[in-house]
């Protein structure tokens, strides 16, 4: 019994079939900014299943978080067939396992097809090797992980595929930038008036639901974001929107360096199994200069200080201060040392920030970026800290209908916890030491009990 591919009778959409030729024709880089129900992720399942068939290899799924896999990709169903969308792509005859606790599929040919995570990037994909991938909801994605897969994507002479939604000026952003000036690249973004998937009358209808649902501002946000594609819209529930959509419209993300022998700072948030996030910054008058920022994980210290003399060498940059939150106090096991301890050991120069409530830090956050002025290597790739600033935001309870005072905790927590000590710490002042005179000539006599007269 012969296999039809693509399966079911699936044909692309009329505003499908520019990227699906694309695809179809042997193109290895694309960028497609769709908006919501465009079928971004159905075109490339699609795909997926004809190159797994052409070429033995892995191909993988990538969504911002491993576990949003299950519910977005591996148990969807197609509200138009009632199917599951991995079997409407994936034909059962073509498979020869499937592995429902990993979410990944072998087929009869060899070839594997899995679910993956940005979250989970380093240990999921480490000593795997790839001939696809589609990053999905890439605006939502821990940029590092496109930094990590593109090697062995090259390597393989493979394709990678980008799809998403607007999520601020963020990595996608800069991303789709790149792709639109790069000819051998697929770039198109589609809004709903393009499309025309969805009327009038039900896009008035999404629009009243989330104003409804988020609040006027928020849900008009929303609205542009997801049907509109609009890049300038707040990301939903971030907590520093309006101080960072200044930072943009200022023009605040310009060339700037330190005056010779400013002393250049640092602030850490130590990673404990996730990533370790530095922010370089000084002051300039009034101005707070951040002047890069740079993340890591599965490293020692040793790692970070030879970086930062690496750094600070080549930029002839003066050392400042390492400001460090209080657990950094907190003994090792193992060593039975604290980071503080350790930091000091390789010479650098490590000091608490004031102690402060999560909420007063994020005030503090909010107070601070007016007065920031960020240099263009904070928004470069993987180390972007510009978009990690923008993109750190509520958790929404669906239930509640409302949104939780707690984060969402993904790769923008680090950069963020590290942004939140250093706008806690730079303006704090210096230690101040008063000398209490001593008395000349007299000696100032004890109280005395008026009752008794006498002294006590």
């Known amino acids: 019994m012969k296999t039809y591919l693509p399966h079911d009778g699936w044909t692309p959409r009329v505003h499908q079939m520019p990227l699906w030729r694309y695809l179809r024709a042997g193109g290895k880089r694309a960028v497609a900014v769709w908006h919501r129900r465009a079928g971004k992720d159905d075109v490339c399942l699609h795909h997926t299943c004809i190159a797994a068939m052409e070429r033995v290899a892995n191909y993988g799924h990538v969504l911002p978080e491993f576990l949003q896999g299950r519910r977005a990709i591996w148990t969807a169903v197609n509200p138009h067939s009632g199917k599951r969308r991995i079997d409407e792509a994936f034909p059962h005859e073509l ?134 594609c609009d890049w300038a819209a707040a990301v939903l529930g971030s907590f520093y929107a309006g101080e960072m959509r200044s930072v943009r419209d200022e023009e605040r993300i310009v060339e700037i360096e330190p005056p010779k022998g400013t002393p250049v700072s640092r602030s850490w948030d130590l990673g404990v199994g996730h990533n370790t996030s530095i922010w370089f910054f000084c002051t300039v008058g009034a101005q707070l200069y951040v002047l890069d920022h740079y993340m890591a994980s599965g490293v020692g210290f040793e790692h970070y200080r030879d970086h930062i003399e690496k750094v600070y060498a080549e930029r002839g940059w003066t050392h400042g201060v390492d400001w460090v939150p209080h657990d950094a106090q907190v003994k090792e096991m193992g ?122």
């Open 95 to 228: 498979r020869a396992s499937t592995n429902d606790t990993t979410m990944s599929i072998r087929f009869i040919n060899g070839s594997t097809w899995a679910v993956l995570g940005s979250d989970t990037y380093d240990s999921s994909l480490v000593g795997s090797s790839y001939a696809g991938l589609v990053f999905s909801e890439y605006a939502l994605s821990n940029p590092s992980v496109w930094g990590y897969t593109r090697p062995m994507l090259e390597e393989n002479d493979g394709w990678a595929i980008f799809i998403t939604t607007p999520r601020g000026r963020n990595h996608a952003y800069d991303m789709f930038n790149h792709a639109a000036k790069t000819p051998s690249w697929f770039c198109e973004l589609l809004t709903a008036k393009d499309t025309d998937t969805l009327s009038d009358e039900t896009l008035a209808e999404t629009l009243s639901e989330m104003q409804a649902l988020y609040g006027s501002d928020q849900g008009m946000a929303s609205y542009r974001q997801e049907l509109f």
């Open 335 to 456: 060593t039975g040392r604290t980071r503080v301890e350790t930091m000091r050991s390789l010479g650098l120069n490590p000091q608490l920030v004031p102690d402060a409530s999560l909420e007063d830090g994020r005030n503090a956050v909010r107070h601070t970026l007016p007065y920031c002025v960020f240099h263009p290597r904070c928004t470069i790739g993987d180390l972007n800290g510009v978009s990690a600033l923008e993109q750190y935001r509520r958790e929404w309870n669906d239930e509640m209908k409302a949104f939780k005072k707690s984060h969402v905790d993904d790769w923008t927590t680090d950069p963020a916890d590290s942004f939140r000590y250093l706008s806690l710490a730079w303006r704090r002042p210096p230690a101040r030491i008063i000398e209490v005179p001593k008395p000349r000539g007299f000696t100032i006599p004890p109280p005395r009990d008026d009752r008794r007269g006498m002294r006590l």
